[in-house]
């Protein structure tokens, strides 16, 4: 039986598949955006850094589905900022690292890799990061701070008025450092009230900052992702949950820091009423997708199957043959896979989280609903 939850999410996808979006009438003419992979449109690919190897996202099939050609983002196509720019009628949200420098309608600081602990801190739990750079939620605050005259230069004290600030995801990178340096997901649990309380002083600071709009995204189920059920693999059934993702996961970091960001974020509505925080959701439209994929017009055969990858079944994931690299292939109808390349999405499954956030049910409150 269909979940009453992935029942109102299609009621408000279907129409949107058809109809498109309109931002002519939207309050914003700006978004500044920070987070991860999950949001970079660019930034890492441009990292003027000597210790960072060639990246395989920097090649074809990357960017087939929209661009034609990779572009930065980890996916095939668009990502969910992309989306919610064109809903809003604004341009997509360019890289601050890139060769744009006009930042009129936003600018993004999301960089790919990024945990929401500092790399110090990282460094000194004695894990092993990749890529070893600065570029931490903190990091990408220090940007912004930089940047701030420039962005309101003509504003006026009311700078950020018309802006729409995207906070993240935060937190999957720190999770997976942990899980990906031998410790056990007990271990990795401990840490989950730091890496919110980390995302929660960011939201804080840009209050404090002038941000009058804040969407403030939480987590994707890490145990579902190809990538990690591959290196976490069990022969023990029990371990994994009625859709085939590891339990302990999910319990045990995914849903938990979910639940405390919301909490995080009650705590803040609170004290800053007059700045509207849109809470949004990647955790559960992923799991809707697992549970009922016909109804997203995706494949049920893959869905914790990479569509860009090696290995075959049953997550065609292999880190020493990764989505990039020369002989990988994509599969032949990214339209209807959810898993990209074993952590990411595919611009189908974007699209799909981007039109719950925009409409609900997966923004509380949904992002035009604040927007008009």
Known sequence: MRTLHTAILVLFILPCLCTGYSGSQSRFTSIVSFGDSYADTGNLVRWADPVLPPLPFSNLPYGQTFFGHPTGRISDGRLVLDFIADALGLPFVPPYLGNEKDFTAGVNFAVAGAPALNLTYLQGQNLTLSPPIRHSLDDQLVWFQELKPSL????GANCFGSTLFVMGEFGGNDYLSFLLSNRTVEQTGVYVPIIVDSISRGVEILIQRGAKYIVVADIFPVGCLPGVLTVLASTD???????????????????????????????????YPHTTIISTEYYRPFIAFLHE???????????????C??????????????????????CAHPSEALQWDGFHLTDAAQKLIADGWLHGPYADPPILHVAH
Do not use: W
């Open 237 to 271: 059934k029990a371990d994994y949950d009625r859709h085939g993702c590891l339990a302990g996961v999910e319990r045990l970091l995914s849903r938990y820091h979910n639940s405390l960001l919301r909490r995080r974020i009650k705590v803040l509505r609170s004290k």
């Open 293 to 307: 994929p016909a109804h997203f017009r995706l494949n049920r055969s893959t869905t914790l199957f990479s569509c």
């Open 152 to 155: 309101c230069s003509r504003q």
């Open 309 to 330: 990858g090696a290995g075959g079944p049953p997550y065609n994931y292999n880190s020493s043959s990764a989505c990039g690299q020369p002989g990988v292939m994509a």
